[in-house]
């Protein structure tokens, strides 16, 4: 697909310090995210990156994407789901399953492992399943293989500092941005869905421990905005959710095809949606027709930033 520049999304208050650069859920798309960078003239030198997350899983160049992110000057990055997911499997927390397969892991294993092909049995290489997954994983670790240590020691480091780089939101005073949802009550649970409650809680900014924050990266936005779970006093910032599942839930736009389990694109180009006060800014980079998209907000005021409890 060829990339087209689309309508710059600004949001100014006036004469500015600063241009941030929010983005989110890149999934490996690093060639897609140089071009959206370059069409909305990128400054390394004095742009903010503000990313929310999912470097990881789909497409084919999470690591990089993972050199990239670590080599920007001024970065402010959160947690997506893929993120925390990726690093549970690689401290070993857990092991893979079917959705880690349906999610794209085995992706980014192979962007991880280039140059160290010797190193793996070839019937494992390229291989979506759970079981190819879980033995990459242990090669990569070092826990099966004496050279695993040295040959992977300088990924894993990076991915650790990445790790310890990431936040759970970022607030100015016009909005709020985190990857899918902040908090939500936390002491009324629904058990079948991540024990969310999806009804808004106003002491998120507070209160809220890492493990709450956890979930809150897999919150559904179509159900918190349902059990009106949104924020009552400004916008709200997220991805996680594309474009165009955006557009079937909340704007009858129907383009999932359930008989070839694809997406088919309402429009020429994927594009920023605004729904009640939340504002949606996933392109679906990983899908042919996707972006990545990116919403400029030029201030200079200082954001908050919500950063891990264990720093």
């Not at 040295?150 to 016009?174: G, P, R, S």
């Not at 949104?230 to 383009?255: C, Y």
Request: aromatic fraction near 14%; charge should be negative.
């Amino acid at each position: 697909m060829e990339f087209k520049c689309f309508k710059k999304y600004r949001a100014d208050r006036g004469e500015s310090k600063m241009r941030y650069l929010i983005l989110s859920d890149i999934h490996g798309c690093y060639d897609k995210l140089i071009k959206a960078l370059e069409c909305h003239n990128y400054d390394r030198d004095k742009d903010t990156i503000i990313f929310l997350g999912d470097a990881f899983d789909r497409g084919p160049d999470s690591l990089k994407v993972l050199n990239f992110l670590l080599d920007v000057p001024h970065l402010i990055c959160l947690y997506g789901n893929h993120d925390i997911r990726l690093k549970d499997l690689f401290e070993r927390k857990d092991y893979a399953e079917d959705y880690d397969v349906h999610n794209g892991v085995d992706k980014t294993l192979n962007s991880f492992i280039v140059g160290h092909e010797d190193l793996f049995d070839p019937k494992f290489i390229a291989v979506r399943h759970k079981k190819a997954i879980n033995y990459m994983l242990n090669i990569i670790v070092g826990n099966h293989l004496e050279p695993g240590d040295k040959a992977f020691k300088e990924l894993i480091e990076k991915l650790n500092t990445y790790w310890n780089k990431c936040a759970w939101a970022v607030e100015f005073k016009d909005f709020v941005a985190t990857h899918a949802w902040v908090p939500t009550k936390p002491d009324e649970y629904a058990w079948w869905d991540y024990g969310l409650s999806y009804k808004y809680w106003d002491k998120w900014r507070e209160e809220s421990t890492d493990e709450i924050w956890r979930d809150a990266v897999w919150t559904d936005p179509g159900k918190a905005i349902r059990h009106e779970g949104f924020l009552p006093d400004k916008k709200l910032i997220v991805g996680h959710r594309h474009s165009w599942w955006i557009a079937q839930v909340f704007l009858d736009m129907p383009i999932y095809d359930s008989d070839t389990d694809e997406f088919k694109a309402p429009e020429e180009v994927p594009k920023i949606r605004e729904y009640k006060n939340t504002i949606f800014i996933d392109g679906g980079a990983f899908l042919n027709e996707g972006d990545i998209l990116i919403y400029e907000y030029e201030t200079n005021e200082k954001p908050v930033i919500y950063k891990q409890k264990a720093e």
